[in-house]
């Protein structure tokens, strides 16, 4: 059954527009963005957080290892930096342009390039990190699957690139996934389909064994900025035309919209989406400064 979703709660004290959202070890998350502060909203229930970090730039990308309390961020000018319990670790200038996704390896982690490089960093000794040019253009998003032991990067070329996690090598290009930049990627919950939303405004589901092209549905009005799974059998979606979108993972039927002011939607662009699993609970934020908390009906 797919469920339907109301607003709970608007969460404000952003200066800017907010690009970051993680979930903590607990009852609450973390949240970051244009105004360059990282705040932490301990509880749902409660509406004021608690600023953890204040960075001196924009940030567009950022890694939570919630129970370490280390955050890494990546900014418009390339610079990769690690925070840890409120101080700064170090400060490193990684990519000649943006800094547009950061992803966890486990034993190491991911930078992604608006200069086409994948930077590979060691936890244990980060100011060694191997660069690959995996692009001419822009890597938007990463995506790490554990099961397969394999990392999915989509490009503002339009491709979509799978990697071997453990050697860093390419094992195929899907040229031409999107007319253009592929912003966001996410697995079923089985697996077996592998899902991307792009500038062009559409959804594609890929069978995720061959890479062949299943379904495909122009999902919104605008770009889509975020995937995520949500409960049962639901993929929901964050675009540029302000809308959040629910739909059944399956079959990509559309199932609820979620806008202002009909649901106490954004009124700006939604950039980011968390589902918490525990709390079933979805936030979702944009450029309307604010975070949102849906429950379910």
Not at 65 to 77: C, M, R, S, W
Request: proline share 2%; glycine share 8%; hydrophobic share 35%.
């Amino acid at each position: 059954m797919i469920p339907k979703f109301r607003h709970k709660k608007q969460f404000l004290g952003h200066n800017g527009a907010v690009f970051c959202l993680s979930k903590d070890s607990s009852r609450g998350f973390y949240s970051c963005g244009s105004d360059g502060m990282l705040v932490h909203w301990e509880d749902h229930n409660k509406e004021d957080g608690r600023l953890v970090a204040r960075i001196n730039t924009s940030v567009y990308a950022m890694l939570c290892i919630a129970e370490k309390q280390v955050f890494l961020t990546g900014n418009l000018d390339g610079n990769l930096q690690w925070i840890q319990e409120g101080a700064e670790r170090f400060n490193f200038k990684a990519h000649t342009k943006g800094i547009y996704a950061i992803e966890d390896l486990g034993d190491r982690f991911l930078s992604l390039g608006g200069d086409g490089r994948l930077g590979v960093w060691s936890w244990q000794n980060p100011k060694s990190p191997l660069f690959i040019q995996l692009s001419d253009s822009a890597l938007r998003t990463a995506l790490f699957s554990r099961v397969e032991d394999t990392v999915y990067i989509g490009s503002s070329d339009g491709n979509i690139y799978v990697l071997d996690a453990k050697s860093m090598t390419l094992i195929h290009t899907k040229e031409e996934a999107h007319a253009n930049s592929v912003f966001t990627l996410c697995l079923s919950k089985d697996g077996a389909t592998l899902f991307s939303g792009s500038r062009d405004n559409f959804i594609k589901c890929w069978n995720r064994n061959d890479y062949a092209l299943e379904h495909v549905v122009p999902a919104h009005a605008a770009t889509i900025n975020h995937l995520v799974n949500g409960p049962n059998e639901v993929l929901i979606s964050a675009g540029r035309d302000k809308e959040i979108r629910i739909w059944n993972d399956r079959t990509l039927e559309l199932k609820q919209v979620l806008k202002a002011p009909r649901d106490q939607g954004h009124v700006n662009s939604v950039n980011r989406l968390l589902w918490d699993n525990s709390a079933s609970l979805l936030y979702s934020t944009g450029d309307d400064k604010s975070i949102i908390c849906w429950e379910i009906e």
